[in-house]
């Protein structure tokens, strides 16, 4: 049985494993998604074998699919994804070769572009080659491709004993048919497709002798999907291309948008926005935003809430997919294989061969701590957002489902503790989960279970969101009993977390009951639940912002003094946007409004040096003048908490709440990013209207207004 820890591999080997392949980080790959589907590619368009590929269900369906022109690499322009991310286009062309019949072509003759984009479980490309010699050529334009049908995880690292059965190649005139039969009884296909019947076809190679004549072009279509479909043509790819850019605009409409003063600004926020919609797929219940590609690319528990969470004030439609979802797969039976109980929320599923097998516990895994109060929190905020009551009803017996499990799991100390219940289950079930993560200031492993100081948050508040909601629905004694169990969280996380040593909060406390004295980011997430006492907030707020955790591109996942501090660690030292973005929240709700606009501003630089892409985590090395930020090599791009971070700090900026019960809008103490002059939220929804507000800076203030139309609509209620 495959064996997985920390996220289902350590960050570690995956760096490792990807060595042996160079020039394959991340930031320079490019990703497409839709639906179930994705692909990852070099800027070449070349899909090399390492992390990258063509994946379906879990599975890697396009192993290799590399483009040669004349049996030589191409040369590259450069590449770019569309600003919707539906359409890559690499710019390519020719290094020296000779023609077919021997004439010799110069570098740059020959201009090779290649678009891509996936529809409907496949993908589609359109290989364009432009002549700009003075002669008559025939090129050799070769395509190489292989599919191996790894499972996810085989691509991570992980090792099997047992494989099914992989067939040999069918060709026939315009088309090459790879299967794979695997344990799992399904049959996993790809077929590769072309416009026009190659000159050679073999098992993995298709070569095409085209005659581009001088100033003209050629163009070879090519698909890949799970079945033979229609030859490939200019009117399927058209087709394909109009309905991907339809649905994409249709997922890019929900919920407000944000306009500002200015340019390079407004292009973060496009991408950002960009990638939340790539990333969120249309499930049975709802719009689910999918973690993160390649390896996260299914719905998380934890992630798709703090995501709907960064995105509530703009789009609530995606907290209530979310929500449904989750409620929908809310575990009903106890099983160590899957650290599953009842009223527990779901950590993360998987569709691939592994899971369905049980090799490994992620068909449905329940292995997180922090998913039940958070998506108790999320259920809160969203009728708090939105007054859809009607909604939370529906919830409720999953509410209180999950209070239960909550009150359960802390019976025996107090605290919502973790232990993995089977080996084959994550070690740490925290956002941290890395198997290094949680540790003594010493260095010593605590003892399980393990009670980390933001679980205790997330269910503080969760109990504290459900009181309100059940003293509307008139059940006054759960309404007392669960504000009785938020104070009652309150106060033992003060007695038992605070150290006055360090004037901060531990990051656990483990079996023994013994504190882990060390300063790590997650006590920011106790600011943005609102938990710690005003002096002790301020502190924490302190310690944060200082050299030790603000690095000058973000906040650091733990202070530079520990035992285990390492800028290119997993979580010892690194950067996660939505951290950085988690803390700024909660620095705003204690009033450190000005610190939060320099964080703003530091993770608005971080985006520009990526490509305005923030990946899900970088290296937390100090800021130097001239120095871009440090990518960490194997970290997921696009992520969904990583893109969605943009919108949670610019919501603490502009101190913004939305009253969904009175239908109020409620400004308080309002800043702008640095740098700009104005800022307008459109078609920004409050009960069943739509209203423009607008922030805009005047002198040394930010004022904030409605557009003529809607004034008297909706009040707007301005702190400052």
Known sequence: MAQLDERQLDPAVALASLDATAHREPHRLFALKQGDCFAVSDAYGDIRGAGDGFFRDDTRVLSEFRLTVGDRQTSLLGASLSQDNVLFTSNLTNLPMQSVRGRDIPQGAVHIERVRLLWQDRLFERVTLSNYSQEHSIIRVSLHFAADFRDMFEVRGSTRLKRGMAHAAKTDATCVLLRYDGLDGLARMSAISFSQAPDQLTGDRADFLIAVTRRSSKVLYVEVGPEVAETPNRDR?????????????????????????????????????????????????????????????????RDGVISALQMLWLNPGLARGVLAFLAQHQATETSPFSDSQPGKIMHETRKGEMAALRELPFGRYYGGVDTTPLYIHLACAYADRTGDMAFVDSLWPSLCAAAEWIEEASRPTGFVTYQRAAESGLANQGWKDSSDSVFHADGRAPKGPIALVEVQGYAFAAFQGLAALARRRGEIDRADHWESSAEAMRAAVERHFWLDDLGFYALAIDGAGEPCKVRTSNVGHLLYVGLPAPARAQ???????????????????????????????????????????????????????????????????????????????FCGFTRAPGEAPIAYPVACLPQAWSAGSAFMLMQACLGLEIDGWDGEIHVTRPRLPIGIDTLTLRHLGVGTRKVDLT?????????????DRHEGLVPLVVRT
């Open 237 to 301: 790819f058209r087709a394909a291309a109009a309905r991907a850019r339809f649905g994409m605009r249709a997922k890019r409409r929900h919920g407000a948008t944000v306009h500002s003063s200015g340019r390079v600004f407004n292009d973060w926020v496009e991408r950002a926005r960009a990638d939340v919609a790539l990333l969120t797929t249309e499930l049975t219940t709802g719009p689910y935003p999918y973690a993160g590609i390649p390896w996260f690319s299914t719905a998380f528990g």
């Open 695 to 707: 922030f805009q800076r005047v002198g040394d203030r930010v004022v904030a207004f409605l557009a």
């Open 539 to 617: 502190m924490v707020a302190d310690q944060l912002l200082s050299a030790s955790f603000h690095s000058g591109w973000g906040l650091r996942t733990l202070a530079d003094d520990a035992v285990f501090f390492n800028p290119m660690s997993y979580h010892n030292g690194s950067i996660w946007p939505h951290d950085t973005a988690m803390c700024g929240a909660g620095l705003a709700r204690f009033g450190e409004r000005e610190s939060v606009i320099r964080l703003m501003s530091s993770t608005f630089e971080s985006a520009v040096h990526f490509n305005m892409r923030l990946p899900e985590l």
